[in-house]
DNA sequence: ATAGGGTTAG
């Protein structure tokens, strides 16, 4: 059309064409009509200028945009909000500022209008800058600046109070507001989800409906959806899905998206899977939203999948996809498919994000290199608090109580202040190694000198640190001394410890506190039933497991593995499906025969039936972690470390013959339970028996 | 102007 030479194209036709790049983001095209522009004479025209800018900038541009900008003979508020919101858009929050500064200097000084307000005030929101929103706000009183009606004005300025905390500001400007539209709606809702206050952003969802369907979009359901993943309420979050459903929005990508969402983290991972595969568009979101909810839901395989079709379905992986994914490699404890996350996520030019390193910090440690994890937080363009929490709790899975300590102590010198998952990590951290007095030291610190209150979670830690170093008693006391009751998490913590310090007495006192709690769970069935047993009570561990059964908790069994070659090879207890099961069997056999030649006698309290002694030996010589390390043995070589896996935690008897087993064969094994890792060397372990 | 997926603890 802009060859037609009977109809060359005037300065009227030009921002229009540009205006269709900018929305298309079609660079290519769009330089091709700039420099046709150029031809044309209209270089200087300050609706094609204009236009330019805008089209510069939403491809981030930023450059070429300038140089428009400056070669401009003369510059109107829209040509300074053009460049203003390209800015903003990117978040780019100084280079807006100073826009913002310089529009008002000199004397063809321009006041900022509604325009430059809506860029501006989404920039404040992110920054949480309160004080310039406020001062923003108080301009535009004074000015009386309004937009038609004052709802692009007023819906800005309620995001920005809610996003800075300000929750009773926000509603206040929404309050006043005489006209609201279906953004306004949305902003507010979301305004206080994101503030974490639940039950006014259903209220609000509710007094907009109470108005009729007109104000429903998309966008509030997703924050109502949010709401009640956070609050495990399925109950409304399945009403909100019938209520898209009758509106005709369901099969909008945002609410798909925030459904899939919402079933994942309400563990109906069948139906979230059900809602992928009909929905008609699926776009990055979608499928990193369907990776996560399989990683959260412990189906690491599944994830991988997915992300193998979304790679074969050509949609490009981002950020959150990929720290989405790094956890499924954490969680296998897959060390090769993890430095292929890493590989992949160098090759994407996406190495230096914070969430990223945070991330493969956290699988190089769970994939038993501390040493790894530790080279990226040392070298990371910039950390966050979830950085030093990440690495405090690396060390103190590993055992490192002191190195934990050092890093906590250094945090301070960095000025990050920590938080209240800081000392989680830190007290689990001198609960692995032993280091309970220190452990006791800085629960008191949090209080007192970092201002922060012990919450459920902290009194899990402090009851495992007390209880794991043998203080049952103590443990049992300060369950007593708490200032909210205890809950089933931390009666379970104790009667862990009660199971590993074989207090029979007190462990049956702790089950009745549980079992009046609910078990809630199953590992707390389990720990129960197997202290049953241990006593010889084999009638009540059995009806534990009744109940357990009546209840509809699954007992996960225990399942070991290892990486060998990048590929996993997996064994549950007595497992004869492996293909090499008949010399991993007679290695067992022969590996039992020299050890017991040392004195290793099988402590069969770990079994859990009642079995006659000698097949109670043989349940035990089966276990899956043995399985996997027989495996390890004969397949590497000697030099080599074995690194197992195991789903649950190593029991009793295990982690005996296991270190016997790096003494005969003379091996390093490495086994990560679902609680630490167990370094083996020498007939020793690095847990020195605190497991 | 609003909004969907993501990293740490037990």
């Not at 909210?484 to 009667?495: E, N, P, Y």
């Amino acid at each position: 059309m802009l060859r037609d030479a009977r109809c060359p194209p005037n300065k009227y036709t030009f921002p229009f064409v540009l205006k269709a790049c900018s929305v298309l983001q079609d660079l290519r095209a769009g330089r091709a009509i700039h420099r046709h522009a150029a031809r044309a004479g209209l270089h200087a025209d300050l609706f094609v200028c204009t236009a330019l800018i805008d089209l510069y900038m939403k491809c981030a541009r930023f450059v070429p945009a300038a140089a428009v900008f400056h070669a401009m003979p003369a510059r109107d508020a829209v040509a300074w909000n053009a460049m203003l919101a390209g800015y903003a858009l990117h978040g780019m929050y100084h280079h807006a500022l100073e826009c913002l500064l310089r529009m008002q200097e000199g004397c063809a000084s321009l006041r900022p209008n509604a325009s430059t307000l809506v860029a501006l005030l989404p920039l404040l929101a992110q920054q949480s800058a309160l004080c310039q929103g406020k001062s923003v706000h108080a301009y535009s009183v004074r000015a009386s600046l309004h937009d038609k009606d004052g709802v692009l004005v007023g819906t800005a300025l309620l995001d920005m109070y809610a996003k800075c905390g300000e929750l009773l500001y926000a509603r206040r400007v929404f309050e006043a507001m005489p006209i609201r539209n279906d953004v306004t709606w949305s902003a507010i809702i979301g305004g206080f989800v994101v503030c974490g206050r639940m039950t006014e952003a259903f209220g609000l969802f509710k007094d907009m409906l109470a108005q009729g369907l007109g104000f429903l979009s998309p966008t509030s359901v997703a924050s109502a959806l949010r709401a009640c993943a956070s609050l495990a309420d399925l109950h409304i979050g399945k009403q909100l899905h019938v209520l898209l459903a009758k509106s005709g929005l369901h099969s909008d990508l945002t609410a798909g998206n925030s459904l899939l969402s919402m079933y994942a983290k309400a563990g109906l991972i069948d139906e979230a899977t059900a809602l992928f595969d009909e929905m008609a568009a699926k776009d990055t979101v979608s499928y990193s939203a369907l990776v996560s909810g399989y990683v959260q839901n412990g189906m690491a395989d599944a994830a991988f999948l997915v992300f193998r079709k979304m790679q074969a379905c050509n949609v490009q992986p981002d950020v959150a996809t990929m720290v989405s994914l790094i956890p499924a490699c954490a969680h296998l404890a897959a060390l090769q498919h993890g430095k292929c996350s890493h590989g992949s996520v160098i090759v994407r030019g996406m190495a230096p994000e914070t969430s990223i390193c945070n991330a493969l910090m956290d699988m190089y440690a769970k994939c038993g290199r501390i040493d790894l994890s530790r080279q990226i937080f040392d070298v990371m363009p910039a950390r966050d608090i979830v950085s030093w929490n990440t690495m405090i709790a690396g060390y103190g899975i590993h055992g490192l109580g002191k190195e934990a300590t050092a890093l906590f102590l250094d945090m301070n010198n960095h000025a990050c202040e920590p938080d209240g998952v800081t000392f989680i990590c830190l007290i689990s951290a001198c609960s692995h190694s032993g280091l309970v007095t220190e452990g006791k030291r800085w629960f008191h610190m949090m209080a007192h000198k970092y201002g922060i209150t012990p919450r459920m979670e902290h009194y899990i830690s402090m009851v495992d640190l007390l209880a794991r170093g043998g203080f049952l008693d103590e443990a049992y006391q300060f369950i007593q001394s708490m200032p909210m009751k205890a809950d089933v998490r931390v009666w379970g913590a104790l009667l862990a410890a009660c199971r590993v310090h074989k207090n029979i007495d007190l462990g049956k006192q702790v089950a009745r506190m549980i079992q009046k709690l609910g078990p809630e769970g199953t590992g707390n069935f389990v720990l129960l039933s197997n202290m049953f047993s241990a006593a010889g009570r084999f009638d009540e561990a059995a009806e534990v497991r009744i109940i357990q059964k009546e209840k509809g908790f699954k007992k996960s069994p225990g399942c070991s593995w290892i990486e060998i070659n990048g590929s996993l090879h997996a064994f549950i207890g007595g497992d004869r499906s492996h293909p090499r099961s008949p010399e991993i069997y007679q290695e067992l056999d022969n590996i039992l025969v020299d050890i017991n030649k040392l004195g290793y006698q099988a402590d069969t309290s770990f079994v859990l039936q009642d079995l006659e002694e000698e097949e109670k030996e043989k349940a035990l010589l089966y276990h899956s972690e043995k399985l996997a390390i027989a495996f390890g043995v004969l397949t590497l070589s000697e030099d080599k470390t074995i690194f197992v896996t195991k789903n649950l935690r190593v029991c009793g008897d295990c982690h005996t013959v296991i270190k016997y087993m790096s003494l005969v064969r003379r091996r390093d094994i490495i086994v990560r339970d679902a609680n630490r890792f167990h370094h083996f060397k020498n007939g020793q372990c690095s847990c020195g028996d605190f497991w």
